[in-house]
């Protein structure tokens, strides 16, 4: 069966005419019939074959006009044994209308009617991703990217494969990458090595790297100036070995190397798991896991395909916990908790605990709580749980009736003390964090929002004289302020503050008559 590789990058200078006048030639060396054809308006792979662009009667354009001939009838006949589609300078105005005409499918419609006759079409584009390259990727099965180590290719990398993905979503699912290969590639450059490191490490989980690699070389250069591959033109030398190890890997399978076999991990899993062998689909997720610890996809792969509820527990929890926005995560782990907690559920109340205790390590609180909350449901009395619910409820003050229900159960509990004084620090730095939200509106001038703020803190924590003071200044009310200001005294009488305040609301005949007495008197007995 006919496979259409699209050599594609849209940073130039990568490679792209070298790898598909070498792949090519490759290819047929192995016996395969071979067709190349050059989408690029620069025409190199065409220069690079030895044709002169300017004087073919016909090229690619011609078959993709609105009065096409076929494409066959343009085929010119190379030196390397393969056959190629030549391009000129005039496919740039070609290009045009097809995006203006909404004929981007032409290059996979003039392609079909060859498929039987080839066992690889390989298609050479642009260094763009304008409309020759989104046609290639229309038409292509596969798409081999050629990639130098270096900053610039790196990051045009990571926009190439979303147009990929796009590309395979709306309009080819078929589409798939066939491989990274690294093209003058030295590996004894610091910057080649950190960033054939980096690509593995951002890309490898998603697509192969083919082991194959050619090193820089004048070689190169020599043979495209007597317009040769270098299978011709120096065949025994390091380029040549790169493009056959491309070749055989493309023709029979991309060998697995460190710097793949996280790909093949998954592969492999993802194999294993639509086989339904679930045994084998857990061994290679868990090898993709130790691999890539911070690979949330893998983390929910190994819980799908994981025998034991807690064990699937951790790794849709470990999911959550790289990837929070990914709802799809989420959804899985709420409902590998609502199997392990139904009547029909056959996790018993250690594991539950075991799980809970998991989450909660990992800041998945509300799950966490969900675990405690069900064991407490099933053993009123279980005080490690009640403790639990106690640490991951969103609610201060629902963590103090827990603690304090806990210490029903036990009075001598320790660690329920312990979570008691915890729990009431929790409630102070809440109502700190009102106290200062109230602060910043009443010096904006907000006295009825700043009113509510500091009301709000005095439900986390009574006796703060901060919240009671700032209450009294907003009420709007002089015997509700009083009154309350008469409260923060109560709580403490060298409160200079409340001092001062009692002594601005205080009536002037009250004043006089208490002249000879203590301010305390002002204070009516609590």
Same mark, same amino acid.
């Given at each position: 069966?006919?496979?259409?590789? /699209?050599?594609?990058?849209?940073?130039? !200078?990568?490679?792209?005419?070298?790898?598909?006048?070498?792949?090519?030639?490759?290819?047929?060396?192995? *016996?395969? #019939? @071979?067709?190349?054809?050059?989408?690029?308006?620069?025409?190199?792979?065409?220069?690079?074959?030895?044709?002169?662009?300017?004087?073919?009667?016909?090229?690619?354009?011609?078959?993709?006009?609105?009065?096409?001939?076929?494409?066959?009838?343009?085929?010119?006949?190379?030196?390397?044994?393969?056959?190629? +589609?030549?391009?000129?300078?005039?496919?740039?105005?070609? /290009?045009?209308?097809?995006? #203006?005409?909404?004929?981007?499918?032409?290059?996979?419609?003039?392609?079909?009617?060859?498929?039987?006759?080839?066992?690889?079409?390989?298609?050479?584009?642009?260094?763009?991703?304008?409309?020759?390259? !989104?046609?290639?990727?229309?038409?292509?099965?596969?798409?081999?990217?050629?990639?130098?180590?270096?900053?610039?290719?790196?990051?045009?990398?990571?926009?190439?494969?979303?147009?990929?993905?796009?590309?395979?979503?709306?309009?080819?699912?078929?589409?798939?990458?066939?491989?990274?290969?690294?093209?003058?590639? %030295?590996?004894?450059?610091?910057?080649?090595?950190?960033?054939?490191?980096?690509?593995?490490?951002?890309?490898?989980?998603? &697509?192969?790297?083919?082991?194959? $690699?050619?090193?820089?070389?004048?070689?190169?250069?020599?043979?495209?100036?007597?317009?040769?591959?270098?299978?011709?033109?120096?065949?025994?030398?390091? *380029? /040549?070995?790169?493009?056959?190890?491309?070749?055989?890997?493309? %023709?029979? !399978?991309?060998?697995?190397?460190?710097?793949?076999?996280?790909?093949?991990?998954?592969?492999?899993?993802?194999?294993?798991?639509?086989?339904?062998?679930?045994?084998?689909?857990?061994?290679?997720?868990?090898?993709?896991?130790?691999? $890539?610890?911070?690979?949330?996809?893998?983390?929910?792969?190994?819980?799908?395909?994981?025998? %034991?509820?807690?064990?699937?527990? $951790?790794?849709? =929890?470990?999911?959550?916990?790289?990837?929070?926005?990914?709802?799809?995560?989420?959804?899985?782990?709420?409902?590998?908790?609502?199997?392990?907690?139904?009547?029909? *559920?056959?996790?018993? &109340?250690? @594991?539950?605990?075991?799980?809970?205790?998991?989450?909660?390590?990992?800041?998945?609180?509300?799950?966490?709580?969900?675990?405690?909350?069900?064991?407490?449901?099933?053993?009123?009395?279980?005080?490690?749980?009640?403790?639990?619910?106690?640490?991951?409820?969103?609610?201060?003050?629902?963590?103090?009736?827990?603690?304090?229900?806990?210490?029903?159960?036990?009075?001598?509990?320790?660690? /329920? #003390?312990?979570?008691?004084?915890? @729990?009431?620090?929790?409630?102070?730095?809440?109502?700190?964090?009102?106290?200062?939200? =109230?602060?910043?509106?009443?010096?904006?001038?907000?006295?009825?929002?700043?009113?509510?703020?500091?009301?709000?803190?005095?439900?986390?924590?009574?006796?703060?004289?901060?919240?009671?003071?700032?209450?009294? #200044?907003?009420? *709007?009310?002089?015997?509700?302020?009083?009154?309350?200001?008469?409260? +923060?005294?109560?709580?403490?009488?060298?409160?200079?503050?409340?001092?001062?305040?009692?002594?601005?609301?205080?009536?002037?005949?009250?004043?006089?008559?208490?002249?000879? &007495?203590?301010? $305390?008197?002002?204070?009516?007995?609590?």
């Amino acid at each position: 069966m006919c496979r259409i590789l /699209a050599v594609v990058n849209s940073k130039g !200078g990568v490679a792209k005419t070298t790898t598909t006048l070498n792949l090519a030639a490759a290819l047929s060396d192995r *016996g395969r #019939k @071979v067709l190349a054809a050059d989408l690029d308006p620069q025409a190199s792979l065409t220069l690079a074959l030895g044709f002169q662009p300017a004087r073919l009667s016909t090229t690619i354009k011609d078959a993709l006009d609105k009065k096409a001939i076929a494409l066959a009838s343009i085929l010119q006949y190379t030196q390397e044994n393969f056959q190629l +589609v030549p391009a000129n300078h005039d496919l740039t105005k070609t /290009a045009e209308e097809l995006v #203006k005409e909404g004929r981007i499918s032409a290059v996979r419609a003039v392609l079909e009617p060859l498929r039987d006759r080839y066992d690889y079409i390989l298609l050479d584009c642009p260094p763009d991703l304008g409309a020759f390259t !989104g046609a290639a990727l229309l038409a292509a099965d596969e798409v081999v990217i050629p990639f130098t180590a270096d900053y610039l290719t790196f990051e045009s990398l990571r926009w190439l494969l979303y147009i990929i993905k796009e590309v395979r979503d709306t309009l080819n699912p078929s589409l798939r990458v066939g491989g990274i290969f690294y093209t003058m590639h %030295d590996s004894r450059t610091r910057v080649a090595r950190d960033f054939a490191d980096a690509a593995r490490d951002a890309f490898s989980s998603e &697509i192969p790297i083919f082991a194959a $690699r050619a090193k820089p070389s004048v070689t190169f250069k020599e043979a495209a100036a007597v317009h040769k591959s270098i299978l011709q033109y120096a065949p025994d030398s390091e *380029g /040549a070995a790169a493009y056959r190890a491309l070749a055989e890997e493309i %023709d029979e !399978g991309i060998r697995e190397t460190p710097e793949n076999e996280l790909y093949f991990a998954l592969e492999r899993g993802q194999d294993a798991l639509a086989a339904r062998d679930f045994k084998a689909a857990y061994v290679a997720f868990c090898r993709a896991t130790e691999m $890539r610890p911070k690979l949330a996809g893998a983390w929910a792969l190994r819980a799908e395909s994981a025998a %034991d509820w807690d064990e699937k527990i $951790r790794c849709y =929890g470990r999911a959550v916990q790289l990837e929070p926005v990914r709802q799809a995560f989420r959804a899985s782990l709420e409902k590998c908790i609502d199997e392990g907690i139904s009547h029909e *559920g056959c996790a018993s &109340i250690a @594991v539950i605990m075991t799980c809970a205790h998991y989450l909660e390590g990992i800041a998945l609180l509300s799950y966490a709580e969900r675990l405690f909350r069900y064991v407490t449901d099933f053993d009123p009395r279980h005080e490690e749980a009640w403790l639990g619910l106690a640490r991951c409820t969103a609610n201060p003050k629902d963590a103090v009736v827990y603690v304090r229900h806990c210490l029903t159960l036990n009075p001598d509990s320790r660690l /329920a #003390k312990h979570a008691l004084e915890t @729990v009431t620090e929790r409630l102070k730095a809440e109502a700190m964090r009102l106290i200062e939200k =109230g602060s910043a509106q009443l010096q904006l001038g907000n006295r009825e929002q700043a009113h509510s703020l500091f009301v709000s803190a005095l439900q986390f924590d009574p006796q703060s004289e901060i919240a009671l003071l700032g209450a009294a #200044k907003t009420v *709007g009310n002089a015997h509700a302020s009083l009154s309350l200001v008469k409260h +923060v005294l109560r709580i403490n009488p060298e409160n200079l503050e409340a001092r001062e305040i009692l002594f601005s609301l205080t009536p002037p005949e009250t004043l006089k008559a208490a002249r000879s &007495i203590s301010w $305390r008197h002002l204070i009516p007995t609590f």
